[in-house]
């Protein structure tokens, strides 16, 4: 059995890939086919992920290391652009990942007039698994753990990490961090499989506001080389951001409900019209043509939409069929 803390990477050719890396890919690639499934799920083609992942997670990449760079101080010490681009050399922050990918997204959606909430309800609550696999790399890096346990009594996995280089214990944040983020993405995830009612959105500011509360959580409980604060050390990036998700996610769950209740009479679905948020097909090209099979929550909530389709494969196959046998 490889033990992924005394090999920090693979070797490929003579250039070496380290487990953090492959656990941040691994978390993107589940973040992106989940929320294609999601897509699947609530009546949009899927086409529109591989363009937000095309450009979208390169953002998020760009966002996160600048972030890291700007409140770590680089910009103080002048700090040489070389030494901004080292990715290798650590430094990333999933806050500035998050406003890189969903600041250019917001571009793509308004450039393409799709609907923002519709396509962020589909992503964002696979975040935090992603979030949770990526804290598995912090964890091989042996990095952004708590503070010192010196209670004996307490110095035990999960509820502790044993820091080789230090020789001590501190509180294992990287695992109390994931175990939270699964929860969230269980319930979120749960929900947008399940709900399909107006408004869109709420899942988008639940995660948001979920991500705050996680964050304003754990920061007290870093270890204070670990916490972003500039060259100064005075500023407590992190939870000041962690603090502003909070109000910001909240905020975006008023103001769609509010919206709702003003354009549809209520706060959950509509009381003069279409209750469902599913049952527009958003298309990515124009030849995208929506499927309703029992994968699509439209079928469920729409019946009368997958009896047609049903009827126009069947006839499609038949059609088919004829055209073999005259060939034969």
Known sequence: MINLLDNPGIDIFGFRIYWYAIFMVLAILTAAVLSGVLMRRRNISTENLMLLFIICVPTAIVGARVFYCITDGYLQRG????EWINTRDGGMSI???LIG????GLIVCLVKKVNFFRMADCILPTIPLAQAIGRWGNFVNQEVYGRLVTNEALQFFPFAVY??????????LFFYEGLINLCIFAVLFTLAWRNGKKPDGI???AMIMGYGIVRSIMEPLRDPKFILSGASGDNAYSQLFAIGGILLGAGIIIAVLAYNKYKNGKLIGSATGDPYTVGEFVKCYKEDKP???KWNLASELY???KIEYEKQKAEQRAAK???NRKKE
Not at 79 to 82: D, G, P
Not at 101 to 104: H, Q
Not at 163 to 172: R, S
């Open 203 to 205: 899942l988008t500011g």
């Open 95 to 97: 806050i500035g990942a």
């Open 321 to 323: 069929e004829e055209e």
């Open 163 to 172: 820091i080789d280089k230090l020789g001590e214990w501190h509180y294992a």
């Open 79 to 82: 700090a040489s652009f070389m």
């Open 291 to 293: 499927i309703y099979d």
């Open 101 to 104: 990918g969903i600041g250019m």
């Open 303 to 305: 019946p009368e939409r």
